[in-house]
T-cell receptor, first 112, second 115 residues
């Protein structure tokens, strides 16, 4: 089992550019979560999906953020346009039938 | 509604000393509780979880935690700290029951181990 796979590991982009973060959950897991981690705010849940359907996106900061899960093995988090305050580590996690998440290694986003 | 408070954003212990990381929770329904560890530049790894079975839960790397409903606490302990335990630790709470998905995390406690 390769675990939850996120790409890229690091992303540096200029303000105003579009950024797409990618996540492949563990096969068979039916829930997927996107978190953002910053020093100031800690871990924040942005959105989560169950069986590919978005259940709660109340944590998405604003309309610049969007997330999709077109199938059970892939999800994206897109920021357009990006701003310096979006700089953070973004984690994807998935969960199967038993309680407990498995996290990916994260994408460190720097917007300059 | 649920929330987690971790007391102490930074804890330092000597190698070989007891590790105690504090977590108090608030939940309107019977909770499930978790401890995660994060090493530098890595994701969060599950240490242990309480899901309404035994109140004393043993996890990986010699850690354990005890669920105390009367104190709404789920403190993490390890009898003897090792240098490799230096990391950030997160307590999390989730609602028990079918159809429940969301975990709420505390702000984390960074553990330093002094040789």
């Amino acid at each position: 089992d390769a675990g939850v796979i996120q790409s890229p590991r690091h992303e540096v982009t200029e303000m105003g550019q579009e950024v797409t973060l990618r996540c492949k959950p563990i096969s068979g897991h039916n829930s997927l979560f996107w978190y953002r981690q910053t020093m100031m705010r800690g871990l924040e849940l942005l959105i989560y999906f169950n069986n590919n359907v978005p259940i709660d996106d109340s944590g998405m900061p604003e309309d610049r953020f969007s997330a999709k899960m077109p199938n059970a093995s892939f999800s994206t988090l897109k920021i357009q346009p990006s701003e310096p305050r979006d700089s953070a580590v973004y984690f994807c996690a998935s969960r199967g039938e038993t309680y407990g998440y498995t996290f990916g290694s994260g994408t460190r986003l720097t917007v300059v | 509604a649920q929330s987690v408070t971790q007391l102490g954003s930074h804890v330092s212990v000597s190698e070989g000393a007891l590790v105690l990381l504090r977590c108090n929770y608030s939940s309107s329904v019977p909770p499930y509780l978790f401890w995660y560890v994060q090493y530098p530049n890595q994701g969060l790894q599950l240490l242990l979880k309480y899901t309404s079975a035994a109140t004393l839960v043993k996890g990986i790397n010699g850690f354990e935690a005890e669920f105390k409903k009367s104190e709404t606490s789920f403190h993490l302990t390890k009898p003897s700290a090792h240098m490799s335990d230096a990391a950030e630790y997160f307590c999390a709470v989730g609602p028990s029951g079918a159809g429940s998905y969301q975990l709420t995390f505390g702000k984390g406690t960074k553990l330093s181990v002094i040789p």
